[in-house]
Nanobody
Framework: QVQLVESGGGSVQAGGSLSLSCVASGLIFRNYAMGWFRQAPRKERGFVAAINWSGGSGFGDSVRGRFAISRDDAKNTVYLRMNNLRPGDTAVYYC??????????????????WGQGTQVTVFS
């Protein structure tokens, strides 16, 4: 079965950096676009970043210029590098896999599979 496993979360002071990883199994990774979403307490899950099979990427407005997304198809892994973190970035971060070459990648409905999430806490 398909599994997505996130790692790399933790606590960091504002202005610091963290890198998240998501390892996928049970699917042909190179055929899937991959995305990161986040959910803060009492808020809906929101789009962070996505990368398609050819390496094209997109970002949510609140993270553009601070976060970077990349993928390594040989390792079935997608990464999220988060720089200049703010307390507002505190959330559980989820990775998702989207098959079928969807037109958009910024909505939860675009994704077929999800990981369990990893907590990121940014303190001031």
């Amino acid at each position: 079965q398909v599994q997505l496993v996130e790692s790399g979360g933790g606590s960091v002071q504002a202005g610091g950096s963290l890198s998240l990883s998501c390892v996928a199994s049970g699917l042909i990774f190179r055929n899937y676009a991959m995305g990161w979403f986040r959910q803060a307490p009492r808020k809906e899950r929101g789009f962070v970043a996505a990368i398609n099979w050819s390496g094209g990427s997109g970002f949510g407005d609140s993270v553009r210029g601070r976060f970077a997304i990349s993928r390594d198809d040989a390792k079935n892994t997608v990464y999220l590098r988060m720089n200049n973190l703010r307390p507002g970035d505190t959330a559980v971060y989820y990775c998702g896999a989207a098959g079928g070459n969807p037109i958009t990648l910024d909505g939860e409905r675009d994704y077929d599979y999800w990981g369990q999430g990893t907590q990121v806490t940014v303190f001031s």
